[in-house]
């Protein structure tokens, strides 16, 4: 910890000397482009990707368009391939190699699936914890590197106070690595659909020995499943390398103090890109209707069925013959009644003569026997009661329709007169 703050003093001293190194005779002639994590390290998981492969794919893809549009400027990879590369060799590499920018490239990742947008972080001082928590999750690659203690000054991941110590200490070259940061995020949000949650500070481990100015960017959530997707096809790849691109671009002409003219996004990404892209959403759309009509066509045939069953129980509650008095009213007993129909074999229906079913309030009523006058159907209901038929009772009907005594009486008289 003690040696910590030594560093940590050291930088804030040797800090104002460092502006003195941006002159007007600066060239922007090596750019470091980092892909975060790799080989057994594969960062953040997405549902149907990992970050490595997404971080690898945009790096190459930056650096092919650096080399077609800036041929004058020379690119490095920490890595091309997949591999896995400790953090402190990454930024030695730069320092190494005297870059002039470091840009490394990452996949966000919450536990929240509606988390998105991009960020980019500088080395510097931590304002929230959130942005010490951001920075953790990708400081924890370093757990599995041999030394990692005394490679990186005593730093603990896992220590909440080695973290906020951490987050005090600052890039020499703190305003250069701001303004390029500032740069990526105009251009991603410009660029793409995506959010911007803008520049922020944060204690980077593969920044904090970065001595040249140095951004990590996340560029996207993979665990959102509309960011993974997107980050996924060619065109995403590219709108983002083209982002960071043209970033880069503005920084060079601002550093170098000259003009030098933005290529639009559609001058950066390949005709074939987008060709294809285009062709891809056509098919998901294409798909999307056959689906549609695929599941149309099911509802109906559903909705078929149902109507062909509710027409068979219709016919079958009619087919038992419906006997009406002459005067159009019939009198039965009904005995019970049942939540499912009974089959014909039913123990309950043998002791039954002219059985007649019929629905009524999602309830099946079983009625026995059919008379054209109210005594007759009572004396009828006492010997079912006699063989245990407990409750029946006497119903009436007018053409099939249950009716009251009173109104069968009416009906009686009317047709008397
Ligand atoms: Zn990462």
Known sequence: MRRLLIILLLSIIILPY????????????????????????????G??????????????????LIKNHLPEVKVVYTRTKDVDVDLIKRSQLANRE?????????????????????????????????????????????LTEANYAENYDGFDPNSPESNIFFALYQ?????QSLSLADKMQKHYTSNTKLFDRGVKQAPYLVLYKTSVPAVLTEIGFISNEREEKYLNTEKGQYEIAASIFQA??????????????????????????IR??????????????????????????????????KEKEAKETDS???????????????????????????????????????????MW???????????????????????????????????NKRISLEKAKELEEQFNK
């Not at 971080?55 to 650096?63: D, F, P, Q, T, Y």
């Not at 503005?250 to 890109?273: C, D, F, H, W």
């Not at 009661?385 to 029946?392: F, L, V």
Request: with cysteine; proline share 2%.
């Open 248 to 273: 880069i671009l503005n920084y060079k002409a601002k550093m170098e103090g000259r003009k030098i003219t933005t290529p639009s996004i559609a001058e950066l990404i390949p005709q074939k890109v």
């Open 365 to 399: 009523k079983y009625t026995s026997g059919y008379f054209n006058n109210f005594n007759q159907a009572n004396q009828y209901r006492n010997i079912l009661k006699d063989k245990g038929y407990k409750d029946a009772f006497v119903v009436i009907f007018h053409k």
């Open 98 to 142: 005297k870059a002039d920018i470091f840009i490394s490239i990452h996949c966000n990742a919450a536990k929240n699936p509606s988390a998105c947008g991009t960020e980019t972080f500088v080395m510097g001082l931590a304002k929230s914890q959130a942005n010490i928590e951001a920075a953790k999750k990708e400081n924890a690659d370093i």
């Open 47 to 64: 549902k149907r990707s990992l970050e490595k492969d997404i971080n690898l794919a945009v790096s190459l893809k930056l650096g092919e």
């Open 320 to 362: 038992i013959e419906s006997k009406e008095g002459t005067n159009g009213v019939v009198y039965r007993v009904q005995v019970f009644v049942d939540k499912e129909k009974l089959s014909k074999e039913d123990s309950r229906l043998k002791e039954l003569e002219e059985v007649w079913i019929y629905n009524d309030n999602k």
């Open 18 to 45: 460092s502006f003195a190194q941006e002159t007007s005779s600066s060239r922007l002639s090596k750019v470091v482009i980092d892909p975060g994590h790799g080989g057994d390290k594969p960062g953040a998981k």
């Open 276 to 309: 294809d892209e285009q062709e891809r959403i056509k098919k998901e759309e294409e798909e999307r209707k056959i689906k549609e009509e695929q599941d149309r066509i099911a509802l109906e045939k559903q909705k078929e069925i149902a109507a062909q069953q």
């Open 171 to 175: 890039n020499s070259y703190l305003e």
